[in-house]
């Protein structure tokens, strides 16, 4: 028994001219059926008759009773433009009217006279296209369905202790979840004793978000607190693991879904260690769920390289070390061994995680399951969440301030953005644009010819390319660097069919990273350096020259709460903003002045002669008023060579003898080696303290623990 015939694929042509139509049918070929309408409402009644069983319209614009463009409005007002190509077929080629077109949809725009080739080539090239829009979008749906069940979940399980939220930072939440994936997906690569299919290492992923949900019942001032926990701080910061598995149990309606018992496995156990020395159970190895054991590892690595109230940052190097040496608790061998494997991808992926690039691996992750799903019926639903992704990439492109662009080769049309059109002073869409007056006068024939050589000159495996453009927009000469990919079909001989690209204005580019940089450095309520770029720039200077005498000064503003507490802060605002000026008026351009926070500044100087009148003369130079409140200031001071100390110690000596200053009476200054009895009386008492915490558990000193 034969195959059966392959059903044909319908074509409807719109054209009022009798010749037309058939000129177009012979060009098609029988390979098509074709069904004819003479005028707009006789094409709308095929349409609403024969629906999606239409696989593409030829539509021609002038015509009687309703034109081409009238037909796609009814199209654009019923949804059908969606699942129904047009290609506008037309003499009238003026760029508002292949603008209008594309506007209101159309997949193509093709020019009388026509050309055989050209008619049949776009023809199956669009059907081609849409038809496998549709299989994408099928198997798009039962994916998008599952994960949306799951996001619903999760929507649900937040909502729930909404009333406990403690306000802990989205980016240790997106790293758990980044490492937690690789790690899984390179356990399950490397062994199948663990059960760890792809569905399973997504669930965990996204399970491992809520690790930490029990903190929401910590107090404040433990989460929060700079220094070593006490023993009974330490026991209430143990409960959130308890605390949190609670809160999952009691969603009774959600309690069996896999998605809640592995975030419940993590929750209660992602502080146990695999020697049997975590809590809260004391679990030991295998028994220890695999979600608990990675999640723990990738909490306490990104633990160990985040700043936290309590510690800085670590680095990969640094973290890397002190888990593989167990100084953070004992981990499954094996997950170690896996750590090692991917170090360098995990410290690529953390460095580049953020909540849009989440997005994106998100998407990619599922692109990566779906290839291999079955297809199925597409639904209204998917296709409006892959419009909201398309409207999410038009809203960043106009944010960007780029000029992008898509070029196709056939029809040679480039359509930039909104942004690019403003800046260019172009049109959103631009027809033959190698051969466009408008951009040549802006950049040149030569420059031109370079880009469209170059495009040519790529292959499908190496396609992008970079240039510099010299352009003139509005009589003024602007530089702008091109980057572009060209786009080659999948052919078994691959086609240049056109190009997407960027071009960044040169000089805006490089003022907007300046403000950028400045705006890290720099505190923004006095324009002083912030505290971390003032070390990097006094660390330097003290390692470039070792012999030079560095004089810092630590200094607070004495009773600066009784100018927000009297006057508002808009008041203290002004005073630290006018204590910042007379600070810069104090000192020399090149020395250092910073606010290191609050009310509490710092000035770096080199000197060569006696610091102690240069010291007084500076301190005497900031005292004063500021609109009748005085400028009264405590300040500690240290001097040594760049070789005798590192900057961490000349800071922490000059912070010892500013508090010596405060203690012993507020207003003035003292040198640290004057306040050594004041220094060692404090050193004495912090040695008590020390002493009577020597019982508490070192692991509360752990930066893991406190995640």
């Not at 644009?433 to 951009?439: A, G, H």
């Not at 927000?564 to 090149?590: I, T």
């Amino acid at each position: 028994m034969g195959n059966a015939p392959k059903t044909k694929q319908t074509i409807l042509i719109v054209d009022d001219s009798a010749m037309n139509r058939a000129l177009l049918a012979d060009m098609i070929g029988d390979e098509y059926n074709i069904v004819e309408a003479e005028n707009g409402i006789e094409g709308i009644g095929c349409i609403q008759n024969l629906g999606t069983a239409i696989s593409l319209v030829l539509l021609d614009i002038v015509m009687p009773e309703m034109d081409g463009f009238e037909v796609l409005a009814v199209m654009n007002k019923n949804g059908w433009i969606k699942d129904i190509p047009v290609i506008m077929v037309s003499s009238e080629n003026a760029t508002s009217v292949i603008e209008r077109a594309y506007d209101l949809g159309v997949s193509d725009f093709i020019s009388r006279p026509f050309d055989a080739n050209i008619v049949r080539r776009r023809t199956r090239n669009t059907i081609m296209l849409y038809s496998k829009q549709k299989t994408l979008v099928g198997m798009v749906a039962d994916q998008i369905e599952e994960r949306e069940k799951g996001n619903n979940l999760m929507v649900a399980i937040l909502s729930h202790i909404v009333e406990f939220r403690n306000g802990e930072s989205g980016l240790h939440v997106l790293h758990v979840n980044t490492m937690t994936e690789l790690l899984l997906g390179h356990i399950a690569s490397k062994t199948d004793r663990y059960d760890l299919p792809r569905e399973r290492i997504s669930l965990i992923s996204m399970a491992s978000s809520l690790h930490d949900i029990g903190k929401i019942s910590v107090p404040d001032e433990i989460l929060n607190k700079p220094g070593r926990l006490t023993k009974e701080e330490f026991e209430q910061m143990k409960e959130h693991t308890t605390i949190g598995a609670q809160m999952l149990d009691d969603l009774a309606i959600y309690r069996n879904e896999p998605l809640v018992q592995a975030a419940y496995e993590i929750c209660r156990w992602h502080h146990e260690r695999y020697d049997g020395g975590g809590y809260p159970d004391g679990l030991a190895g295998e028994d220890i769920p695999i979600s608990a054991q990675v999640v723990a590892l990738a909490d306490v690595y990104d633990a160990l390289t985040s700043k936290r109230v309590y510690k800085d940052a670590y680095s990969h190097e640094e973290a890397m070390r002190m888990i593989l040496n167990g100084e953070c608790g004992a981990f499954n061998p094996f997950l170690l061994e896996c750590l090692q494997d991917i170090a360098d991808d995990i410290r690529e992926q953390l460095n580049v995680t953020s909540f849009s690039g989440h997005d994106d691996h998100a998407i990619q992750s599922v692109v990566r399951s779906i290839t291999q799903a079955d297809a199925s019926a597409a639904s209204s639903r998917t296709l409006s969440m892959l419009e909201y992704e398309r409207m999410k990439y038009r809203f960043f492109a106009s944010m960007s301030n780029e000029v992008q662009y898509e070029y196709t080769e056939d029809p040679p049309v480039m359509v930039v953005s909104d942004w690019g059109k403003n800046e260019l002073n172009s049109e959103i869409v631009v027809a033959d644009p190698y051969n466009s007056q408008k951009l040549e006068a802006m950049f040149g024939r030569d420059a031109m010819t370079r880009v469209h050589d170059l495009l040519r000159a790529t292959t499908a495996d190496n396609p992008v390319i970079r240039d510099d453009l010299e352009g003139t927009v509005d009589g003024e000469t602007r530089w702008y660097h091109l980057t572009a990919r060209a786009i080659w079909s999948d052919d078994d001989i691959p086609v240049y069919t056109g190009s997407i690209g960027k071009m960044v204005d040169i000089h805006e580019s490089r003022q907007h990273m300046a403000e950028l940089q400045h705006k890290a450095t720099h505190d923004s309520l006095t324009g002083l350096s912030n505290h971390a770029y003032a070390r990097k720039v006094i660390a330097e200077r003290m390692a470039q020259n070792p012999d030079h005498v560095f004089v810092l000064m630590v200094l607070d503003l004495d009773h600066f709460k009784l100018a927000n507490d009297n006057q508002g802060h808009l008041f203290g605002d002004r005073v630290l903003r006018y204590l910042s000026e007379r600070l810069l008026d104090s000192v020399r351009d090149d020395d250092v002045v910073a606010r290191v926070g609050g009310d509490e500044f710092l000035m770096c100087m080199e000197c060569d002669v006696d610091p102690r009148p240069l010291v007084k003369r500076v301190y005497d130079s900031i005292i004063g008023e500021c609109d009748g409140f005085p400028i009264e200031i405590s300040m500690g001071v240290v001097c040594a060579r760049g070789a005798d100390l590192k900057y961490d110690d000349l800071f922490r000596r000059a912070d010892q003898a500013l508090y010596a200053k405060k203690r012993n009476g507020r207003g003035g200054y003292v040198f640290y080696e004057d306040a050594t009895e004041v220094i060692g009386g404090i050193e004495e008492g912090a040695s008590a303290l020390s002493a009577i915490d020597s019982d508490i558990d070192q692991d509360s000193a752990s930066a893991e623990e406190r995640e």
